[in-house]
């Protein structure tokens, strides 16, 4: 059965670095073709795909959110991660991670405040 | 990066209507593998998006088969052939063929 949990800070000032944790179950970030997504909603709006990271540690960003995006993973704690530097309000939403091989699990999503 | 344009953006449909929701691409997501990676998604209210349909076409485990997708190229249609009360919230289509990926702005379904 394959779950994804995400956590975070919940509240953060602006200017900080936010730092998210997908742990997940059910399949292995060592396996060849799985890949793990962040993907974010502001509240009341749409999705934005933020970055993946896939099984032989190759990377992709968002190129909007410019050079504040790192991700990365712990293939033996079954945990990919997040990092976003120098937050701003507009940061502030919902923060997803996804099995990005089909989308086809999501977490139940972590709400991230920026707020000074 | 690729617009995904989905219209109409409120519907409201009565139980037992058909419905479709159009997702058109500002450029063809035909992949060089020969995949089109278009999906679409359903977010219920509190809710995380669920997958309804995965390459175009393709429905995803325990959807039911009211939903179905189709389309090529640079235009997509999500069908719901019945409306039921739990099909209500927000729909999206999505694409991974192009980096960065992308989401429509949704299609919120209202139940009359």
Redesign the interface.
């Known amino acids: 059965q394959v779950t994804l949990k995400e956590s975070g800070p919940g509240i953060l000032q602006p200017s900080q670095t936010l730092s998210l944790t997908c742990s997940f179950s059910g399949f292995s970030l060592s396996t060849s073709g799985i890949c793990v997504?962040w993907i974010r909603q502001p509240s009341g709006k749409?999705?934005?795909?933020l970055a993946?990271i896939c099984w032989e540690d190759s990377k992709?960003?968002?190129?909007?959110l410019k050079n504040r995006l790192t991700i990365s993973k712990d293939t033996s704690n079954n945990q990919a991660f997040l990092k976003i530097t120098s937050v701003d309000t507009a940061d502030t939403a919902i923060y997803?991670c996804a099995l990005?091989t089909?989308?086809?699990y999501?977490?139940?999503?972590v709400m991230v405040t920026v707020s000074s | 990066?690729v617009v995904l344009t989905q219209t109409p953006s409120i519907l409201s449909a009565t139980i037992g209507q058909s419905v479709s929701i159009s997702c058109r691409s500002s450029q063809s997501l035909l992949d060089s593998d020969g995949n089109t990676y278009l999906?679409w998604?359903l977010q219920r209210p509190g809710q995380?998006?669920?997958?309804l349909i995965?390459l175009v076409s393709n429905l995803?485990?325990g959807v039911p088969n009211r939903f179905s997708g189709s389309g090529s190229g640079t235009d997509f249609t999500l069908k719901i052939s019945g409306v039921e009360a739990e099909d209500l919230g927000v729909y999206?289509c999505?694409q991974?063929t192009h980096?960065?990926?992308?989401?429509?702005?949704?299609t919120k379904l209202e139940i009359k």
């Open positions: 997504s749409g999705l934005e795909w993946t992709g960003y968002n190129p909007s997803y990005t089909g989308f086809d999501w977490g139940q999503g | 990066d999906y998604f995380s998006p669920q997958r995965y995803g485990s999206y999505m991974a980096a960065p990926f992308t989401f429509g702005s949704g």
